[in-house]
């Protein structure tokens, strides 16, 4: 099975900065791969998938990179309804999986 | 538009069983796979296998073999996931997420999903 390892698992930021979360697979996954952004008490909400491409009506302040086993969220500027939990997934196969979660809180 | 909506609370005794549904609109059901995610109290998401809308076979995550069981009935364009004797440990919100893809290189994502539904298991 396929393991996926986000960092940092918690991290604290102000409006307007620039953040980036890492999300690594234990194999190489080409580009199936996707990112969430989860509220408290809501379901996750799609931001990314195929590793780099925007959801339609996702902010495009939101963006993702990468191919294989080392994977790129990057906010460009926070905004306040940024602060969330974010979660990567690998879709490759049968079992899919996701990332332990990424916890982005106000400074 | 799509919209998939999940039914509400449930209080359960341990052994007991629960079924929750997950009732879809906007789109034509039997196109798109569904797939259900666990979320345990303050902790994150697991995925816990996806049944194909068309012809009705289920795909199990290890864990979820057994006790748990993923329906259809097509007729009103609902999913269910059924968890039979209930224990403590399942404790969650249960969530229901459309499997959308592309035809062309065979990507996947989870476009829409349910609200969630909190399953209790106590005594």
């Known amino acids: 099975d396929i393991q996926l390892t986000q960092s940092p698992s918690f991290m604290s930021a102000s409006v307007g900065d620039r953040v980036t979360i890492t999300c690594r697979a234990s194999?190489?996954?080409?580009?199936?791969f996707a990112w969430y952004q989860q509220k408290p008490g809501k379901a996750p909400k799609l931001l990314i998938y195929?590793?780099?491409t925007l959801q339609s009506g996702v902010p495009s302040r939101f963006s993702g990179s990468g191919s294989g086993t080392e994977f790129t969220l990057t906010i460009s500027s926070l905004q306040p309804e940024d602060f969330a939990t974010y979660y990567c997934?690998?879709?490759?196969?049968?079992?899919?999986?996701f990332g332990q979660g990424t916890k982005l809180e106000i400074k | 538009q799509v919209h998939l909506v999940q039914s509400g609370s449930e209080l359960k005794k341990p052994g007991a069983s629960v079924k929750v549904s997950c009732k879809a609109s906007?789109?034509?059901?039997?196109?798109?796979?569904i797939n259900w995610v666990r979320q345990a109290p303050g902790q994150g998401l697991e995925w816990m296998g996806w049944?194909?809308?068309?012809?009705?076979?289920?795909t199990y995550a290890q864990g979820f073999t057994g006790r748990f069981v993923f329906s259809l009935d097509t007729s009103v364009t609902t999913a269910f996931l059924q968890i039979s004797s209930l224990k403590a440990e399942d404790t969650a919100v249960y969530f229901c997420?459309?499997?959308?893809?592309?035809?062309?290189?065979?990507?996947?994502?989870?476009?829409?999903w349910g609200q969630g539904t909190l399953v209790t298991v106590s005594s």
């Open positions: 997420a459309r499997e959308d893809r592309s035809e062309i290189d065979y990507h996947y994502w989870f476009d829409s």
């Open positions: 906007g789109y034509t059901f039997t196109d798109y796979t």
């Open positions: 049944i194909n809308t068309k012809t009705g076979f289920a």
């Open positions: 194999q190489g996954i080409s580009t199936y």
């Open positions: 195929a590793a780099s």
């Open positions: 997934q690998q879709l490759s196969g049968n079992p899919y999986s």
